[in-house]
């Protein structure tokens, strides 16, 4: 489906959580071919961590429209709409049975959407389980020129073609690079939902950032929160510092905040985490940045992938006035475009988009995993949305023959408030009492 420069480009995005819904979003204006006027359609897949209106907001991208879908719902309003790019902004999973999905809804069109998928940050677990559960996109986006090279490593390796792999890079960077001191002088950490994982280390963290506001109390220290509590993230939020700060004599330089990464980074000195995503957004913007190893390097905490960084250090050093210098080498190859080179990064997803888009007819879907090469994991990743093997919905399938009712709403609505409860206030109580 031909697209000139002066046509309208659609572009459909489907994503499963705030972050995913970022990422994908901001990808989808990226990587259209210039000049083209968008009208952007999204879609939120219904399941655990379905973002609220509040974390919509604070990711501060709009769409022409937005409605909450089942897959199968997806599926369906994808054989009725006609659209020029789809940005699959999902866990693995959830983008192998789109791609099923797509395949058998499109079977015998020779026009459909260009398929894009990718990951919304450091890429530092599950490599080859992830990679190969996107593999069939027509673009599988790689962040940085080490993870690409890691990519095609994958696919060569099991004789999947490789020649989806984009480079890219992550495509909410930007803001105004530092360019010193603010006053006051302002460390904001950026705590994880699920990293780490338990009461003692999350409290730990949290006392030495109450500790360094008591140590420089012409610091102001910033406890950077990415949801709510009974709000869902990318990850599973079991411990939300929020409730962990209750109690706690807090120091007046030391306070908590919401709100877009890029606004809080605008008045940001020190940057801290543990392994976000927001260490690559600060490295970007050349802000003094720090991933901490007072739990250890880890691979189960992620920061064992900033091993070359330059980055890594303990509270106890910042608390004595460390300031860390990043490893220039390492920076460039985790696409961070501090030189200056970020609007040509998606040079090439844009070529690779508008070729296919000219082209008479689009090839059909591919992934690797298929009934004959993973006849024992394939079937089960498609049944979990409702697919069977074939990537037909099953029998029964939420939503497979008409829309939603209001019933039917309410109903779904309670059932994900119930699960948000159990993770957040049952769960904790059960591992408790379990440890007696």
Not at 166 to 192: I, M, N, S
Not at 280 to 301: A, F, N, W, Y
Request: charged share 25%; with cysteine; proline share 6%.
């Amino acid at each position: 489906m031909p697209a000139s420069a002066t046509q309208t480009l659609r572009v459909a995005v489907l994503a499963d959580s705030d972050t995913r819904w970022k990422w994908g979003s901001l990808t989808a204006n990226r990587i259209a071919p210039p000049n083209s006027d968008i009208s952007m359609d999204g879609y939120l897949l219904r399941g655990r961590a379905t973002p609220t209106a509040r974390q919509l907001k604070e990711v501060g991208v709009t769409a022409d429209s937005l409605r909450e879908v089942t897959a199968v719902e997806f599926l369906r309003a994808m054989q009725q709409e006609s659209y020029d790019i789809l940005v699959l902004s999902l866990v693995g999973g959830g983008v192998q049975a789109m791609l099923h999905g797509l395949a058998r809804a499109w079977h015998g069109r020779a026009e459909r959407p260009v398929v894009v998928t990718g990951y919304v940050g450091v890429v530092y677990e599950k490599l080859a389980d992830g990679l190969l559960l996107r593999h069939g996109a027509d673009l599988v986006l790689a962040n940085s020129r080490q993870d690409a090279d890691r990519f095609r490593e994958v696919y060569d390796g099991v004789g999947a073609d490789s020649s989806a792999v984009t480079e890219v890079a992550l495509p909410f960077l930007g803001g105004d690079t530092y360019t010193g001191e603010h006053d006051p002088y302002t460390v904001v950490f950026a705590v994880q939902p699920s990293v780490p994982d338990n009461r003692r280390d999350r409290d730990y963290l949290l006392n030495r950032a109450i500790q360094h506001a008591r140590f420089h109390p012409n610091r102001e220290v910033l406890l950077k929160l990415r949801s709510k509590p009974g709000e869902h993230t990318t990850h599973i939020e079991e411990l939300p510092y929020q409730k962990l700060v209750q109690g706690k004599d807090l120091p007046a330089n030391f306070s908590l905040v919401y709100g877009h990464m890029g606004e809080v980074l605008d008045r940001t000195d020190l940057l801290v985490t543990i392994s976000s995503t927001a260490a690559l957004e600060s490295l970007h913007r050349r802000i003094p940045t720090v991933v901490l190893t007072d739990l250890g390097i880890r691979e189960g905490l992620g920061n064992h992938h900033f091993v070359g960084s330059g980055c890594l250090a303990s509270w106890e050093q910042l608390d004595a006035g460390y300031k860390p210098v990043p490893d220039a080498e390492w920076v460039a190859r985790q696409g961070v475009m501090a030189d200056g080179s970020y609007e040509t990064a998606f040079d090439a997803a844009r070529e690779r988009i508008a070729k296919l888009l000219a082209g008479d007819e689009m090839p059909a879907l591919t992934p690797y995993y298929t009934a004959e090469t993973a006849p024992g994991y394939l079937p089960g990743i498609l049944a979990r949305h409702h697919l069977g093997p074939d990537g037909t919905p099953l029998p029964g399938a939420p939503a497979a023959d008409k829309e939603p009712g209001p019933v039917r709403q309410i109903v779904r609505r309670a059932a994900r408030g119930a699960y948000r409860h159990g993770v957040q206030r049952v769960a904790p109580v059960i591992r408790r009492m379990g440890e007696l």
